[in-house]
């Protein structure tokens, strides 16, 4: 909630501190090429003739990537990897990365901001003013305010822009406490896990680790920097292995040293069983258990039911390979990592199955050390302090209490909605949306749709007309990441680096950066709003790295800030964890005083029914999540979605290749295209994200292939909240 305890930040004083100098050259030369370019862009005329290349990152996915952009004609004719040496991305740029020139000269773009004139969905607009469009959305946030409570209008967003604070900002100093970040669609599990064991989410050290097991991360296809780089790597002569478990055959599979078709949600009873050779075989690292753990000997007694023989039966891996593969990882250590993905919206065990490869890590002494789980850095950033004003009469979150550990900026998708369906302790009846498509990634699209037919208003702010945005009432287009100056962020990682956007090109048609949406919506909703927002980007650059001025230069001058190009081994030694404990926690004290269980406990996924399927989704190589499959380049190297079955299966169905089928789940119907494959286990089927819109706005893919989020039932993991993705069923039939 509003914290009043909060130091105020007058503009005169952020001002003061602000490098004035700094400002003045940055301003200069921005606006210098600003003027030169054209005044409203037309994607077939360019008005001035700008050649020059500019540094930037990426903004097709969360990572960040180093890009320069090649401004020909002022046009961007190409976008190439950073060629000056950046630890995260390596002059790595993958094929969306290439394709963000399609994101700025799509047709399909939001060019103006849009007012809704039919029903909700029937996708009938009007061309509005800024002004109007911004006045129509504050009359609203305060009538809501005033019919309701503040409380009833939530925030809906996901980062990946820089700039989410300055949303977040907004819905603080409105008053409500509901924002609804992507976590729980994502990573939140798998936080919530690593953090219950190490006090903090590690990464693994991929680049130095000489074993490798990774499970539900597909890091060929679902790309992170630098994990997919350091994966591909060979080093020549080095005794890396990579083991991989996935119920499809992928791209990482067909890399991996060996592939495992493992039966969907039993991951954990593989780990346990690991767990099980490594101590009843006395191959753990004893000195490091005793000097950085605690509750090894609940541990050890624990893990005596979970032996290779019986998780074989669960998981459908060989004993003796789980065994073999047991020593291995023992011998590597701690030169190995079980890898723990970023994903873990699987099922509803998930914080307890990453529990299991924590501890799995842990009692190897995979811990701040070469080759294993590394604790991140930062590099420290100056944040904007502002004051929020305080609203006495604001109740706590919607989905408070609705989950053990629930994150209080994030919140929990599934719980909220359906709080928020009931009314719950109260009812939501607005909606902000910023880079976020709740329709396509969240699960039980009918339910998402309920929800927002609840609302009295809606409002996206996006750069496509997103499913979400065509169920909206006022849609306010942003400018691309290509023609933002946004705020510079920090990612932290064992080599944390710095990264930031400047403007390629001018922003076209009446786009605006989000920053400057925030702001006019400010003003509107009060002086004392207005207040936490009364600073220009540059201004607020400068506060940033008031502390580092050097980052700047290294910024504007290369594209690129890093400290370090290794990472810093034993950091933590003897130092403190931000655990109960301050160790490492092999036992959990603080889950068994919360009535969670202390130590994983396996529990079978439920059965798959018979003449039915699991349904599993998850990561293109060619797409972002549900939203760039209309990308003209990347819509050109993948135009369908398909649903992948065994042939076996397909032959009892008497099913072909190609043909269309009908899959049918507990909550959706969807229509498909068949491909046939042996890449699938036999009791599953996959179909990528993504298709299946709703919306007539997207050109390439209106009307064509399924949606995932349709069919998948909404399932969470009762700690951390997030999604189970992975635990719906559908049946399969000729169309
Ligand atoms: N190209 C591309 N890269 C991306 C993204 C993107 O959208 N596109 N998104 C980024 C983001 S936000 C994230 S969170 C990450 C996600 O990265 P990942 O989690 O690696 O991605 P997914 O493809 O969703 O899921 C991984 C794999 O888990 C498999 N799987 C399903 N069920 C099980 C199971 O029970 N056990 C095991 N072992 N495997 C299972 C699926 O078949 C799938 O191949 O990717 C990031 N990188
Ligand atoms: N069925 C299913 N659901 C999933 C997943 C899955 O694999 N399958 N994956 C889950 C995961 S891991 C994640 S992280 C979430 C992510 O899903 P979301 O939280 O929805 O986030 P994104 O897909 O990154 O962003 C969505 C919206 O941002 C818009 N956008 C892109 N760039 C900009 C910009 O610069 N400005 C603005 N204003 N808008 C922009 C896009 O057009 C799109 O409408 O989805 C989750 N949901
Ligand atoms: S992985 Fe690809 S899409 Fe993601 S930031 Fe890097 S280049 Fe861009
Ligand atoms: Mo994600």
């Given at each position: 909630m509003a914290n009043p305890k909060k130091q105020k930040m007058s503009r005169r004083k952020f001002l003061g501190i602000s490098s004035c100098a700094l400002t003045t050259a940055v301003v200069g030369s921005q606006v210098k090429v600003l003027k030169a370019l054209a005044k409203s862009g037309d994607i077939s005329e360019p008005v001035a003739a700008i050649t020059k290349d500019v540094y930037t990152s990426c903004g097709m996915c969360v990572n960040k990537c180093g890009v320069i952009a090649r401004v020909r004609d002022g046009v961007i004719h190409k976008l190439d990897p950073n060629p000056n040496f950046f630890p995260k991305s390596r002059g790595m740029l993958c094929a969306r990365g290439n394709a963000g020139t399609k994101v700025v000269y799509d047709p399909d773009r939001l060019k103006y901001p849009l007012i809704r004139v039919g029903e909700r969905g029937e996708g009938k607009w009007r061309r509005a003013s800024w002004e109007e469009a911004l006045d129509m959305v504050t009359n609203n946030m305060n009538q809501i305010a005033e019919k309701y409570?503040?409380?009833s209008m939530m925030f809906a967003s996901t980062e990946g822009t820089f700039s989410e604070h300055f949303f977040l900002q907004l819905a603080e100093c409105y008053g409500t406490p509901n924002t609804l970040r992507h976590p729980t669609l994502c990573l939140s599990s798998n936080i919530q896990g690593f953090s219950a064991t190490f006090g903090t989410n590690p990464t693994p050290d991929v680049k130095n680790a000489d074993y490798i097991i990774m499970s539900g991360a597909n890091r060929a296809e679902a790309l992170m920097t630098p994990d997919s780089i350091d994966m591909i790597k060979t080093d020549g002569g080095g005794r890396r292995k990579l083991v991989y478990l996935d119920p499809r055959f992928t791209k990482t599979a067909a890399k991996a040293d060996e592939w495992y078709p493992i039966k969907p949600g039993t991951d954990m009873a593989f780990i346990l069983a690991l767990i099980n050779v490594i101590i009843t075989e006395g191959l753990y690292d004893d000195d490091f258990i005793e000097e950085n753990t605690v509750g090894f000997e609940q541990l050890a007694q624990h893990i005596k039911q979970y032996s290779p023989g019986w998780a074989a039966t669960e998981c459908d891996i060989p004993a003796k390979d789980i065994r073999r593969i047991a020593h291995e990882f023992a011998n590597a250590a701690p030169s190995a990592v079980y890898y723990q993905g970023r994903r873990s919206s699987f099922f509803q065990n998930d914080t307890q199955m990453r529990r299991a490869m924590a501890i799995l890590n842990a009692i190897v002494g995979a811990w701040d050390t070469k080759g294993g789980l590394l604790p991140n850095k930062k590099i420290a950033l100056t944040k904007h302090d502002y004051l929020a004003p305080w609203y006495d009469d604001v109740p706590d979150r919607l989905d408070k209490g609705g989950v053990t550990y629930l994150s209080?900026?994030?919140?929990?998708w599934p719980v909220f909605r359906d709080r928020a369906l009931a009314a719950d302790p109260y009812p939501i009846k607005g909606m902000m949306v910023y880079k976020q498509n709740v329709l396509v990634s969240v699960p039980d699209r009918a339910k998402s749709l309920e929800l927002m037919k609840q609302m009295d208003f809606i409002c996206t702010i996006d750069i496509t007309m997103s499913d979400t945005a065509w169920y909206s009432d006022v849609v306010l287009p942003e400018a691309t990441y290509l023609e933002r100056l946004d705020p510079p962020e920090n990612l932290s990682g064992p080599v944390p680096v710095v990264a930031f956007r400047q403007p390629c090109v001018e922003a076209m048609f009446e786009s605006k950066t989000n920053f400057w949406i925030m702001q006019q919506l400010a003003k509107r909703l009060g002086p004392e709003i207005a207040e936490t927002f009364d600073f220009t980007m540059e201004e607020h650059i400068h506060h940033m790295l008031k502390k580092k001025p050097e980052i700047y230069d290294a910024l504007f001058g290369k594209g690129v800030y890093y400290e370090d190009t290794e990472p810093e081994y034993g950091r933590l030694k003897g130092k403190r964890l931000r655990t109960r404990s301050g160790k490492i926690e092999l036992y959990s004290e603080k889950y068994a005083k919360k009535g969670l269980d202390p130590l994983p406990v396996y529990k079978s996924p439920d059965k798959v029914p018979t003449n039915m399927y699991r349904l599993l989704v998850g990561r293109h190589a060619y797409f972002t999540h549900g939203t760039t499959a209309n990308n003209a380049l990347l819509h050109d190297l993948m135009p369908e979605n398909t649903l992948w079955l065994a042939p076996s299966e397909a032959r009892k169905l008497r099913l072909k290749n190609g043909q269309m089928v009908k899959v049918k789940s507990k909550v959706g119907e969807e229509k498909l295209k068949l491909e046939i494959t042996e890449k699938i286990r036999p009791d599953s089927v996959y179909m990528a994200h993504g298709f299946g819109v709703l919306s007539k706005g997207l050109s390439n893919i209106a009307g064509v292939g399924g949606s995932d989020a349709a069919l998948i039932e909404s399932k969470y993991c009762p700690i951390s909240g997030n999604c189970a993705m992975h635990e719906t069923f559908v049946q399969i039939t000729p169309a």
């Open positions: 409570n503040r409380a209080e900026k994030d919140g929990s």
